[in-house]
């Protein structure tokens, strides 16, 4: 079972489906004029396999029932427990497993289900005992029979890391089973049809997978040792700030790079107080950032950035997160490794920012140096943006200020490293506040939390990340610390 778990790397369309962030730290990184990675000393990036779930499904066959031969007390009774005899159980499993099929394909996921449905302990055990011999990443036990919920119970807990466990509405009397719903490491669904849900389950597992193959890289003026972040188990190299600006100084302008400086001169709405010198920089920067993680083979990266000068990669952060390539500033774990999660959960870039709160209103405001241009996935449009300062300037190097649509549905996120705990915070953008009369560098957003009394209270600390999205994508978020085990604030 769960054959692709053995293999090495991903077939060509599973790749694929991973989207720019690997294709796009291959580009502009040797290339440049004057670059400075030599191919022989790249470190290969880590092997991406894809994530494996193994599904099943809890019900007796019609003819069973009929013949008193079902496993439960209403055996002698012929007796159909919920969902009753009307709800097609073998139908229903048509249905859901071509629905499963669907999503993990679009996901990258691999997934195989047991042969047939499961009503008999043998089989259960039997069931469990493969699993532990195959070692899938995740098990899906979709229950249709309200007896079996103990059988379900053991199968999610006993069987894999996690599991994703859906019982339709109907297929339950009273309260759902109290052992399910409040377990832990696992993402217990009861509902009706809710094929969103098992999503999120899904993208859950495959984010899990993908960040624990995965290499950030820490660029500062003291690295430090290599690591391994315990929860997610992403792993963590470091590099000299010295390397990264050497690179950028051996990197000459050339007619390509100006033109790309000027193409975004060209896009802003407007531009302050910016010489073309610091467009020109800022791409230099960005050739810079790509070589070092192309060096590394890394599939993130977070810089010690505030005094590098005119190095600053702002424009460059900005762009790479927007091509699924998480960079957080200021060598900063927290929010790097939230933009990595995002990556996966979400498939769109995040905005890493320093929260302020406006008492009077009750409104929450975000800005800084590095948000994305897309922050709907590397398809979506760009966001009109202008041009300013650095807003420390040490010089006065180039920052996008990028305009937020105003209504837009959207969420603060931050994991917390060391803390098992990860927050989500619902609500919708008022604006793109001018500066003045506020401050904040550079992109400015203003929005309403919902739900929350007082605004200061969803504070969890520096550099939280606003992502674009509905209740809906934030409970992503939601299934992932269900199942992997992690303490959920906020108002999700």
Request: aromatic share 8%; proline share 7%.
């Amino acid at each position: 079972m769960c054959e692709s778990c053995e293999r090495d790397g991903l077939q060509r369309r599973e790749f694929l489906t991973l989207g720019g962030a690997m294709a796009a730290s291959a580009c502009l990184t040797g290339l440049a004029a004057g670059g400075t990675a030599a191919a022989e000393a790249d470190v290969p990036p880590l092997a991406k396999k894809p994530a494996c779930v193994l599904a099943a499904f809890l019900y007796p066959p019609a003819d069973v029932v009929n013949a008193g031969k079902m496993e439960d007390s209403w055996a002698p009774h012929h007796w159909f427990t919920w969902p009753g005899n009307q709800f097609q159980p073998e139908a229903q499993e048509q249905k859901f497993t071509a629905k499963i099929r669907a999503m993990a394909e679009s996901l990258g996921i691999e997934v195989e289900f047991a042969p047939r449905a499961i009503y008999q302990q043998v089989k259960m055990e039997e069931f469990i005992a493969r699993a532990k011999q195959s070692a899938p990443d995740a098990v899906l036990i979709v229950n249709f029979w309200n007896t079996l919920s103990k059988w379900a119970l053991r199968m999610a807990t006993e069987s894999a890391p996690t599991a994703i466990v859906y019982h339709s509405l109907g297929s339950n009397h009273q309260l759902p089973p109290e052992a399910l719903r409040k377990a832990e490491g696992l993402y217990y669904i009861h509902s009706i049809e809710n094929f969103a849900e098992i999503e999120r389950g899904l993208r859950a597992v495959r984010a899990k997978k993908m960040l624990a193959q995965s290499r950030l890289l820490r660029v500062s003026g003291k690295p430090a040792a290599e690591a391994r972040e315990k929860t997610l188990d992403v792993e963590i190299v470091s590099a000299p700030a010295a390397e990264l600006n050497a690179m950028f100084d051996a990197i000459q302008p050339d007619d390509a790079l100006r033109q790309e400086a000027m193409d975004y001169k060209k896009r802003a709405l407007r531009v302050t107080d910016v010489s073309d010198e610091y467009f020109v920089e800022a791409l230099r920067a960005h050739r810079a950032v790509r070589q070092i993680v192309q060096r590394y083979g890394a599939d993130a990266i977070t810089i010690e950035c505030l005094m590098l000068k005119h190095r600053k990669p702002c424009l460059s952060f900005a762009v790479n997160n927007g091509e699924l390539l998480p960079c957080g500033c200021e060598n900063h774990l927290d929010p790097t490794l939230t933009l990595m999660l995002g990556r996966w959960l979400f498939d769109r870039a995040g905005f890493q920012h320093n929260p302020e709160f406006d008492t009077s209103e009750n409104r929450y405001f975000a800005s800084h140096c590095t948000c994305a241009l897309k922050l709907n996935g590397p398809q979506g449009t760009s966001r009109p943006y202008a041009v300013r300062p650095f807003f420390h300037q040490l010089p006065k190097t180039l920052a996008l200020d990028v305009q937020w649509k105003p209504g837009e549905p959207v969420f603060v996120a931050r994991y917390q490293v060391g803390k098992d705990a990860l927050s989500c915070w619902t609500g919708r953008v008022i604006e793109s506040p001018t500066s003045p009369p506020t401050g904040g560098c550079a992109t400015r957003v203003l929005m309403e939390i919902d739900g929350v009394p007082d605004v200061c209270d969803i504070y969890a600390g520096p550099h939280p990340v606003l992502f674009c999205g509905d209740r809906g994508d934030a409970r992503r978020l939601k299934a992932f610390a269900r199942m992997y085990r992690l303490k959920l604030l906020g108002n999700v």
